[in-house]
């Protein structure tokens, strides 16, 4: 795998027949998931396809003539020709394949299939989501002396990763940077001696035979499965959404708003989440303008007291964004007034996006019993309805979600596991 600058991107990428482009950041999880997926497909795809990596941040001019608009981003070129499918953000390693595949005749993509070995392994424990539930869980366990495997699509971290600071966990008297907390999490749990299998695509799942499939060829059973996979940004589902996500519409400050230097940002919310991280975007960029449906923000008052006093920062209340446009470098959020029905238009270069959390649960949805908001239901030593499934953190059905509920539900299912499994 090669690192590259953007004086040799002629010769190394346009000059190649088939190469695939990382552009990556520093203080971005997503991108640091990226790495090993990105570092084992060139083992695999090595022969065919040249993998090269470009660090943006000192690369941003070309990164910006090449529409990379958050981090990380991949690009595909053939024979100097960039292919107008890109990936961007939470990448998973069988959307990059499926790429690799395409540009690949299919006899040769069925040899390079051949070389893959299935794989099967067994562990008293098998947690599903390495949060601050799953982590806290692995920690317990592993020293009840119980054989446990953590396996998660990111590395390690789960949501404090990518928040920017978090200043109510106790233990600590200064606000800490999320992911110097997420790292210490994991790094206790692994020393420990929990058995990681990180930034790995879970191919499915088999909750009653207690069997996970990963990157389509390890097979990892257990006696008890605990799901700790947490919850992921929601969606607007306005039209333009989906097509400029990851192309000027961000979920994640800590990943993106380095790149806003001095610019125009729309931040549309208006619970903690997007009120603290408004504030954390506002060191980079020049203005913000944050787009609210209520008229009020229903975050804590000691964040919207921070917000208010916050002079880069405008608020339009009562409002809901309708659409957005690609227009040259701009992109353009049309806003309804909800009291007038009239319709404007912001005019910005990014969009962040922080209106709540959907849970995690797409590979279990018909197998649980779920509440009304799909939510995994659990009894209080977190069992879920199939008998040993237990469930922790914020995938579950409750009132309040915070690291410190997460790491407490964990704590309960590995000392009930570890009790059981005696
Ligand atoms: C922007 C933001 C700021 C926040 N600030 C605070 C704060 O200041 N204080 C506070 O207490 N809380 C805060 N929270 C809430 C806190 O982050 C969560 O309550 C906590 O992270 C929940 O932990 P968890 O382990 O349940 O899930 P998560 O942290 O969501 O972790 C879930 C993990 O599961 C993985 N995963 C997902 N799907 C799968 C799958 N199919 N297979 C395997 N793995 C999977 C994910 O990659 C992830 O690593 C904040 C949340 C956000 C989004």
């Not at 910006?64 to 960039?82: A, C, H």
């Not at 961000?250 to 729309?266: F, I, M, N, Q, R």
């Not at 405008?314 to 227009?327: C, I, Q």
Request: neutral net charge; hydrophobic residues 35%.
């Amino acid at each position: 795998m090669k690192e590259i600058t953007s004086a040799e991107f002629e010769k190394e990428v346009l000059g190649g027949s088939k190469v695939v482009l990382d552009f990556y950041s520093t203080e971005c999880p997503p991108c640091e998931a990226l790495a090993p997926k990105f570092e084992g497909l060139a083992n695999l795809y090595g022969n065919d396809i040249k993998f090269v990596k470009m660090f943006r941040q000192q690369n941003k001019e070309l990164s910006e003539k090449l529409g990379v608009k958050s981090s990380p981003t991949l690009l595909f070129f053939d024979n100097g020709v960039q292919s107008e499918h890109s990936l961007s953000g939470g990448i998973k390693r069988s959307d990059i394949i499926h790429q690799l595949d395409s540009i690949l005749p299919a006899a040769r993509v069925k040899e390079i299939k051949s070389i893959i070995k299935p794989t099967v392994s067994e562990f008293d424990v098998l947690i599903l989501g390495a949060g601050p539930g799953g982590l806290t869980a692995g920690l317990y366990l592993c020293q009840a002396k119980v054989n446990t495997v953590l396996i998660d699509i990111a590395l390690p971290g789960g949501n404090v990763s990518t928040t920017h600071e978090v200043s109510n966990y106790p233990g600590f008297i200064d606000p800490q940077p999320g992911y110097m907390l997420s790292h210490n999490m994991s790094e206790q749990t692994k020393l420990c001696g929990t058995i990681y299998k990180v930034a790995v695509d879970v191919t499915t799942s088999d909750l009653e035979k207690k069997e996970v499939v990963i990157d389509e060829f390890e097979t990892v059973k257990a006696n008890k499965i605990i799901i700790a996979t947490g919850t992921s940004p929601n969606l607007m589902g306005v039209p333009g959404e989906r097509e400029l996500k990851g192309k000027g519409i961000s979920y994640c400050a800590t990943c993106d708003a380095k790149y806003y230097g001095d610019k125009d940002v729309v931040v549309i919310g208006g619970g903690n989440s997007a009120v603290e991280e408004a504030d954390f975007i506002s060191k980079f960029a020049g203005k913000i303008t944050m787009v609210h449906q209520f008229e009020t923000f229903t975050a804590n008052k000691q964040a919207q007291e921070k917000l208010f006093a916050n002079k880069k920062i405008s608020t339009l209340f009562k409002h809901e964004p309708r659409s957005f446009v690609r227009e040259g470098d701009k992109i353009i959020t049309e806003v309804e007034d909800l009291t007038t029905k009239k319709v404007s238009k912001l005019v910005s270069d990014g969009v962040f996006v922080f209106i709540g959390m959907k849970p995690n649960i797409d590979m279990f949805r018909n197998k649980l019993t779920l509440d009304q908001w799909g939510y995994i239901k659990t009894n209080e030593d977190m069992q879920t309805s199939i008998p040993g499934v237990y469930a922790v953190g914020d995938v579950i059905s409750k009132k309040y979600r915070q690291i410190t509920t997460a790491v407490a539900d964990g704590t309960i299912a590995a000392i009930a596991i570890t009790k059981e499994l005696n």
